[in-house]
């Protein structure tokens, strides 16, 4: 799970870096749900980057996809780090889900369920 953590960090990070000095990546919440038909754990992390355009939300979990960009293609990597993230969460009976919007960030939110 920490890889899977720092890939997406990582990829807020990075991206961020490519619009302004100022932006923030935040780990905005971790919450835990205690519900008895599905109870989970939250992890919420945003930024204030370069976002992603709505045809390419679905896609950025894809291995080997790269936003064609000139600001994507001045960031090194083969484009899986997302991609392994994915699995893993998937492989702890988890979800990710991504909200973006070009020139205003992105929100990514894992939830991991539990018994």
Do not use: C, W
């Not at 994915?86 to 894992?110: A, F, P, Q, R, Y």
């Amino acid at each position: 799970m920490e890889k899977a953590l720092s890939a997406i960090i990582k990829n807020a990070i990075v991206y961020n870096r490519q619009i302004s000095t100022e932006s923030e990546v935040t780990l905005s919440h971790l919450r835990v749900t205690l519900s008895h038909l599905h109870p989970h754990v939250q992890i919420t992390i945003t930024d204030t980057g370069i976002g992603i355009a709505p045809e390419f939300h679905d896609k950025v979990f894809e291995k080997f996809f790269r936003v064609d960009s000139s600001l994507t293609y001045s960031v090194s990597g083969v484009g899986v780090g997302l991609f392994i993230a994915k699995k893993v969460i998937e492989l702890h009976d988890g979800n990710i889900t991504l909200k973006s919007e070009i020139g205003k960030g992105t929100e990514v939110t894992i939830k991991l369920y539990y018994d």
